[in-house]
């Protein structure tokens, strides 16, 4: 029998999993491929600033308010806002919100990277001048 060209998974029923943000619930992370994932995130007051090295990800926020750290500049964010961030870009969210987060290609936590206060300084600074 051919392999399904689907699947289906309900996040109201997965565990949750701490993460940088907050805590993340996690789907489709066993498909071989690596497409993607997607993650239902409830993001805690303050987050670490974090970035990957191969992963895109794209934010939709569907509850709270607060803000998005992108490269060391705020923006504020809301309900029904998406933000695309890029490989290489630090970022990091603040504020308490419930979001849909689509990693591409697949969440791997070893594209997972934090930097040190003094190099975020120094990146705040080179991209400043």
Known sequence: MPEKRFKIENLKQLP???CPCGVAKRAFTAEPEKTATIHLVEISQETRVHYHKRTTE??????GRGQIELDAELF???PGMTVMIKPECRH???GKMKI???P???FDPN???FDTETNLAAISKYRSD
Do not use: K
């Not at 794209?58 to 509850?63: F, R, S």
């Open 111 to 113: 594209d997972e990277f």
């Open 104 to 106: 591409v290609p697949a």
């Open 92 to 94: 990091r969210a603040v």
């Open 16 to 18: 949750g999993q701490n």
């Open 58 to 63: 794209i934010y939709y926020i569907l509850e």
């Open 100 to 102: 849909l987060n689509i």
């Open 76 to 78: 504020n964010v809301e």
